[in-house]
């Protein structure tokens, strides 16, 4: 059934203009959707990438540092432990009993070997100079003159050591030489017995190189500086360019002067790959992102094939829905997995209630359920159905029975094995509804071919008895008038009733003759049921049980029309029963074992090749006359036989009554036409009869 199109006002301008954006906006929305997440997981891996590539980053640069603050630390341990063993080995250079001389010589050796300081020096309790000796390693470090008992800084660590009892440094301070230069110098005043104290001066320059530059490693720069930052002295490599510098920084709490060691590390990496840990990290991140490129592209991939795969089922499903055959799918176990619209259409369940049933099918018929549930035992069990098909009774949802026809094959998935069946279904209850009717016209047909025998016969009597009958009547009306003759006076009573049973005789005679007639009029009558029949229609009449009795015999029929044929004047009936008649006989003569390609072929064209005398055609003859010709590749007709063909009630079957040709041959002539035939090429025969055009 065809919906209506229900009739609606054209559609208005704004919504007409609207359509499309709305159809825009929702594609958009869809493919939004689509890319969103994939947006989100890629934002998300790239900020979690960046976060871990800045913590190793600061990672390492908090390591640097704490490596950095402890080798400070060690260092400033060192130094103070360096400057203490300094004062111990001054100390013990001022031995018991020691003159100025000797200590000189003592001190001369020290100074050899601490090549931090720059002179000792001896100084009594007023802290004039006893003794002093410079550095072999300068020269003049020091004027005489400037280094006297008011000295501020000698004073000042001295009074400090004097007060703790131990050795005091004094404040750095800086001591010019020499053109230009000079010296970053701290005092340490160290008391001893007697009062008298020994003071040493420390160049803090050459304290950094010979006490801390040893325990710190290169390319760093070390400087003694200030409590408040100002830088003393300081050694180590200029900063490279293209490196970043590390800070730390340690108080030196030396008694008298606090100072701090500050020490300033660079890294020669760039800052963005500062160790392997990052470069790790990094390398990570890159095959992260590559793995999520290429499970994007993948991605991509299966939409792509998701699509097609969408666009074959739509293409499937349309398919499935348009046919009218039937279609059923069923597992192993024999649960109905699938149907079509027209399988659903036939039995008049819906697919829901078809597919929900678990075991009997709701359109078996009940008397043959248990039949059929023995089928579907067999054909689960592994029985392979016959190719051909076979016809089965189903039942409507009205309980009405239907026949039909049903091809069922394996239903194999894509890994090769078997699923289940599928099967196709036929309603042939219209086909069965046909050959019902061609049955029941072909009795019809039968019946009329029997009248038309009888008829036939009807005619050969009448024509036989017609002069027997006459004879009779003659010779009865002779006796008469030789009985009428006799005018003797001894005419006895038996002649008299030998005259009335002539007249009587001659009476029968006439009444037998009026009958003869009547019959031959009756077939005669005929005539008057003519009409005009298109050649095409005469022949699609009769193929239906042509074709039903060609199957029984395994015939293949032909048929071949010339176009725009004209419509012949004819009495349909026995016309169709000619065509029928000679049909059957091709048949029958091609029914041989031995004959494997049975081919009976009917054709309708202008009179061509035959007239009305079959001496030859003319152009008039084939305006005049349609030519219909049956022919068969059976056995042929002998010359005996062709000689009695057309003779009544000859046949040469068992069951045969021998008067269809000639039946045939009546019919044809009536109509002005002929009927006859020929041997075909290689083997068979045509029959050939023509019938006058409109
Ligand atoms: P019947 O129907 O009893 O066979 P017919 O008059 O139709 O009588 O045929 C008479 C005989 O003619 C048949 O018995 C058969 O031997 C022969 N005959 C008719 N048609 C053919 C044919 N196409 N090929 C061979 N023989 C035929």
């Not at 003659?474 to 009985?483: I, P």
């Not at 016309?575 to 041989?592: I, K, P, S, T, W």
């Amino acid at each position: 059934m065809r919906a209506l199109t229900p009739v609606s006002s054209p559609p208005l301008p704004v919504a007409r203009v609207l359509r499309p954006a709305f159809a825009r906006l929702r594609f958009l929305r869809s493919v939004w959707r689509r890319w969103f997440l994939w947006v989100l997981l890629a934002v998300l891996v790239l900020v979690l990438l960046v976060t871990v590539v800045w913590l190793a980053g600061r990672h390492e640069v908090e390591q640097t540092q704490n490596v950095l603050d402890r080798d400070t630390a060690d260092a400033v341990s060192d130094l103070r432990v360096g400057l203490q063993r300094n004062a111990q080995t001054l100390r013990a250079s001022l031995g018991e009993g020691v003159d100025r001389e000797r200590w000189e010589t003592r001190a001369a050796d020290l100074l050899r070997e601490h090549r931090e300081w720059l002179r000792l020096e001896w100084r009594d309790a007023a802290l004039q100079v006893r003794g002093a000796v410079d550095t072999p390693y300068r020269r003049h470090a020091f004027e005489d003159t400037r280094r006297g008992a008011d000295q501020p800084d000698v004073l000042l660590a001295c009074a400090a050591a004097r007060k703790l009892g131990a050795p005091a440094y004094s404040p750095s301070h800086y001591v010019p030489f020499s053109q230009g230069t000079g010296f970053e110098v701290m005092e340490l005043c160290l008391p001893v017995e007697g009062g008298a104290y020994l003071v040493a001066s420390y160049s803090l320059r050459d304290t950094l190189i010979e006490l801390v530059a040893p325990t710190l490693s290169r390319g760093q720069e070390v400087a003694f500086t200030e409590v408040d930052g100002t830088r003393l002295v300081a050694i180590g490599a200029p900063r490279r360019v293209g490196t970043r510098v590390f800070t730390a920084q340690q108080l030196i709490d030396l008694p008298g002067a606090p100072m701090m060691l500050r020490v300033d590390g660079w890294r020669a990496v760039p800052d963005l790959f500062p160790n392997m840990l990052t470069a790790l990290v990094t390398a990570i991140s890159i095959a992260l992102v590559s793995v999520l490129v290429l499970l994007a592209r993948d991605t991509r991939k299966r939409q792509r094939a998701e699509r097609d795969l969408a666009d074959a089922l739509a293409f499937r499903k349309a398919m499935e829905d348009s046919v009218i055959t039937g279609l059923r799918a069923r597992d192993l176990q024999g649960r109905i997995t699938y149907v079509n619209p027209a399988f659903c259409e036939m039995v008049g369940f819906g697919a829901d209630e078809l597919m929900s049933t678990d075991g009997e099918a709701p359109y078996w018929p009940t008397e043959l359920a248990h039949e059929y549930q023995r089928r579907q035992a067999v054909r689960l069990a592994g029985a392979v159905p016959p190719r051909e098909g076979f016809e089965s009774v189903f039942m409507r949802k009205d309980g009405t029975r239907f026949p039909v026809l049903i091809f069922e094959a394996p239903l194999i998935n894509a890994h090769g094995s078997q699923t289940g069946w599928m099967s196709a279904f036929i309603d042939i209850s219209e086909q069965r509804r046909i050959e019902e009717l061609s049955r029941a016209s072909q009795e019809r047909l039968q019946a009329s071919a029997r009248l038309a025998t009888v008829g036939e016969m009807a005619s050969l009597l009448s024509h036989e008895l017609t002069q027997p009958l006459a004879a009779i009547a003659s010779y009865a009306s002779g006796s008469l008038n030789l009985l009428g003759a006799d005018r003797s006076q001894q005419r006895s009573r038996d002649h008299d009733e030998v005259a009335m049973a002539v007249r009587r005789i001659a009476e029968q005679a006439d009444r037998a003759g009026q009958v003869i007639r009547s019959v031959h009029d009756f077939v005669r009558r005929r005539d008057r049921t003519r009409e005009a029949v298109a050649p095409h229609a005469l022949i699609d009449a009769v193929l239906p049980l042509v074709r039903l009795q060609a199957r029984k015999l395994g015939v293949r029929v032909e048929v071949a029309l010339e176009e725009r044929l004209p419509a012949v004047f004819c009495d349909r009936t026995l016309v169709e029963q000619v065509l029928l008649n000679l049909a059957r006989n091709g048949m029958q003569a091609m029914d041989m074992p031995e004959l494997t390609d049975r081919v009976l072929r009917l054709k309708v064209v202008r009179a061509g090749s035959v007239g009305r005398d079959g001496d030859g055609a003319t152009a008039a003859d084939a305006r005049r006359w349609l030519e219909f010709s049956v022919a068969d590749v059976g056995c042929g007709i002998s010359p005996e036989v062709a000689e009695r063909l057309f003779t009544p009630f000859f046949t040469t079957r068992p069951d045969g009554m021998g008067l269809g040709l000639s039946l045939c041959r009546t019919v044809v002539e009536q109509h002005g036409g002929v009927l006859m035939f020929e041997p075909q090429r290689p083997c068979g025969t045509i029959f050939r009869f023509t019938l006058p055009v409109t």
